[in-house]
């Protein structure tokens, strides 16, 4: 497989930040996600908090699980630590990274599948301990890799690329992030880059377990059943000597409206979001308002979008276990390894 990789010299009239770094030194690879995929939106999202946050991208470790979201990482930061991790488990491998080191500041990019399917049990953990991490789920509602099957995200009633009908009632992270003790939760929508900007900048700067779910059309799985320009369709009226599929070219969906304000969304397939702004005197330090505020117009079928709930005083899990300042993977063998005196007056301490 051939990558093309965008080309080392910037245009030296580029503007850097406090530190030094242009926007193009927080890019990463050129994406291989459908053309028009809202991922992308989200990608330069963070590209453009962390510039302008004037963060160093070797201070960065993003971490990331399986499927269209966890490829993402690669788009974005490539001069930034990374780990790819299994199926759901981004969540434990980042505590641990950031149990061994405290001074790097992380990301976690996950999906609605690797989160809120296989990853639930990580992602409650993760939340309820209060590890300190940006964590971002890409919401699509599908899983794009293996072609489109229903997320445990789908909204009851929403309709497949194949025509079948979800039945089943959706988990809302948001909701878990809320009642597990998360300092810092919101959600937004990829295509309104104004007001995911500065989430993302919160959350990356916030001293707790941060939460982003962010609403991210899938431009392929949008075909319905019955249309002769579907892929299925085409498949089963063709007699091919190979099986290739061809990903038509789409425009992002973008979305601009003001603070309190609710804007219907056309998706590529007819259907429509209702996006719901907080209103500009919206409280976001009641844990419980905002359940009842988020359930109360989920009723209606909107969903709201903007800082739901940030704990202004939030502690993490280092605050927990009362760890040393100093970062574990930095510390000598005389340090973490004290002798049997010292495990003496620990033992003495639990009786």
Not at 72 to 101: C, E, I, K, Q, W
Not at 300 to 308: A, H, M
Request: some cysteine; proline content about 3%.
């Amino acid at each position: 497989m051939t990558y093309i990789t965008k080309p080392r010299l910037h245009h030296p009239t580029l503007t850097a930040n406090k530190v030094g770094y242009t926007r193009r030194d927080y890019e990463g690879r050129i994406s291989t996600l459908c053309a028009g995929c809202g991922h992308d939106s989200i990608s330069a999202a963070i590209i453009q908090a962390c510039w302008e946050l004037d963060i160093a991208p070797h201070r960065v470790a993003k971490l990331s699980g399986i499927g269209c979201s966890s490829k993402t990482p690669d788009y974005f930061l490539g001069a930034s630590h990374g780990f790819n991790t299994v199926h759901g488990r981004m969540p434990s491998a980042l505590t641990g990274a950031n149990l061994a080191n405290r001074d790097l500041l992380y990301l976690g990019v996950s999906g609605d599948g690797d989160s809120a399917s296989i990853g639930l049990g990580q992602f409650a953990n993760a939340m309820r301990r209060g590890v300190r991490m940006a964590y971002i789920v890409e919401n699509n509602g599908v899983y794009g890799l293996t072609k489109g099957q229903f997320s445990a995200t789908a909204d009851r009633g929403s309709k497949s690329k194949k025509g079948v009908i979800n039945s089943d009632s959706p988990i809302d992270l948001v909701g878990i992030a809320l009642q597990l003790g998360a300092t810092y939760v919101a959600r937004s929508f990829s295509g309104d880059k104004e007001q995911l900007v500065p989430l993302i900048k919160g959350a990356m700067e916030h001293g707790g377990a941060a939460f982003i779910d962010i609403i991210s059309p899938c431009v392929t799985f949008n075909n319905h059943s019955g249309s002769t320009k579907s892929y299925d369709y085409v498949r089963e009226h063709n007699e091919a000597v190979s099986r290739i599929d061809f990903i038509s070219s789409r425009d992002e969906i973008t979305a601009m409206y003001a603070p309190g304000e609710v804007v219907e969304v056309q998706q590529h397939d007819g259907s429509m979001l209702r996006l719901r702004k907080l209103r500009a005197d919206y409280d976001p330090t009641d844990r419980y308002g905002a359940m009842s505020y988020m359930q109360a117009h989920q009723a209606r079928g909107e969903i709201v979008t903007g800082l739901l709930y940030v704990d202004p005083v939030a502690t993490d899990l280092h605050t927990s276990l009362n760890t040393s300042d100093h970062a574990l993977n930095a510390m000598g063998v005389a340090q973490l390894c004290p002798g049997s005196k010292a495990l003496d007056i620990i033992n003495r301490a639990l009786r």
